[in-house]
Nanobody, 122 residues
């Protein structure tokens, strides 16, 4: 069983930066596709970014502002968020899958963290 634990959320002003971390236990971390999703109140869970092997896939709303990296030795994936906007406010979730299907599809992912709140003030 794989467990994912996010950390690093908080309150930041618009234009600021924040880095989220997600540490995995169980499984073979370097075999996973790791993704980040977010969910704002009243909205569906939205794809943010994913890393599969050497590829990085970006959601349209975060291109040029967010990036993903991973440290396989620490079983940890990071989400670096720059130039934050109030519309980035949401609960952010990391997710993992061994699959090679649609990286932006919520249903593709087998394991999810508990989420961490990010609030961007204007």
């Amino acid at each position: 069983q794989v467990q994912l634990v996010e950390s690093g959320g908080g309150l930041v002003q618009a234009g600021g930066s924040l880095r989220l971390s997600c540490t995995a236990s169980g499984g073979t971390f370097n075999s996973y596709t790791m993704g980040w999703f977010r969910q704002a109140p009243g909205k569906e869970r939205e794809f943010v970014i994913a890393n599969r092997r050497s590829w990085i896939y970006y959601g349209d709303s975060v291109k040029g502002r967010f990036t993903i990296s991973r440290d396989n030795a620490k079983n940890t994936v990071y989400l670096q968020m720059n130039s934050l906007k109030p519309e980035d406010t949401a609960v952010y979730y990391c997710a993992a899958t061994y699959g090679s299907g649609a990286y932006s599809d919520v249903k593709e992912y087998d394991y999810w963290g508990q989420g961490t709140q990010v609030t961007v003030s204007s």
